[in-house]
């Protein structure tokens, strides 16, 4: 099988392979097993049957109710099985109540937002494990823009396999540059607070930022609380079997 480590999509610029990243066993991790993205939305034909072609065979959306009803997904389709799993609504994800002000005048940085949705949203890291190690061929998953709830599940699952920390900072912090060629798009998305008064869409906003010293600050969190990823994992009610059939599935 021809692998990718940014697969060549019409519709998405930011899907991307967590092979290639040297662990701490000496390996490689392996092309073909997880992909993350931003949200498969209008994809055509082409793309769809890269992605079957590729070995897709389950596709896990984090987002909201809302933002299915708006944007379905292109992989609720024959031959990948498609499964819900929202962490989250707006209003939690922004961390106060939504009053149609530009919500990231309360934002205090991705770091601290991303501490609080692993302690949050432990039963969601839960779920989301069990489907990963259930998989049988690649499992595919997206949140909106593919870089922060998507983000956070790479980063664990890439630090289950034993990459280092700067690695994981690395594919964290790559996201921008990839979602570059559709941030237009995904403002239509993500609200008007994402534009100026001439409606054009604000470039330096922090919104679409993935600085990578956000990951660097969760995952000193994680380890002064929890020693290690696997630990979190384990308070959050992953099993020991499936940390370690995802780190044998990206490892061997």
Request: charged share 25%; with cysteine; aromatic share 12%.
């Amino acid at each position: 099988m021809k692998v990718f480590k940014n697969l060549p999509l019409d519709k998405m610029s930011n899907c991307r392979d967590l092979g290639g990243y040297p662990t701490k066993y000496g390996t490689v991790t392996k092309f073909g097993v997880f992909l993350r993205s931003e949200a498969p939305v209008k994809l055509t034909k082409r793309d769809k049957a890269i992605l079957l072609d590729y070995g897709v065979t389950k596709s896990l959306d984090f987002r909201g109710d809302g933002d299915l009803i708006t944007f379905p997904s292109s992989l609720d389709t024959h031959g990948i099985k498609y499964v819900h799993l929202p962490m989250f609504g707006r209003a939690d994800a922004l961390g106060f109540e939504s009053n149609g002000d530009d919500p990231s005048k309360g934002f205090t940085g991705w770091g601290k937002s991303y501490i609080q949705w692993i302690e949050c949203y432990k039963g969601w890291v839960r779920d989301v494990f069990y489907e990963l190690a259930s998989t049988d061929g690649v499992c595919h998953f997206n949140c909106n823009a593919g870089k922060d709830r998507t983000g956070i599940i790479s980063a664990l699952i890439l630090a289950v396999a034993g990459v280092g920390l700067s690695d994981i900072a690395f594919d964290y912090n790559v996201s921008r540059a990839m979602l570059k060629p559709r941030f237009a798009q995904l403002s239509k998305q993500w609200g008007d607070y994402l534009k100026d008064d001439r409606g054009n869409l604000i470039p330096n906003h922090p919104f679409l930022y993935t600085p990578k010293e956000a990951m660097i600050q969760l995952f000193q969190y994680i380890y002064s609380k929890y020693s290690t990823a696997e630990k979190y994992l384990l308070s959050c009610g992953v099993t020991k079997d499936e940390i370690e059939t995802i780190r044998k599935k990206l490892v061997g």
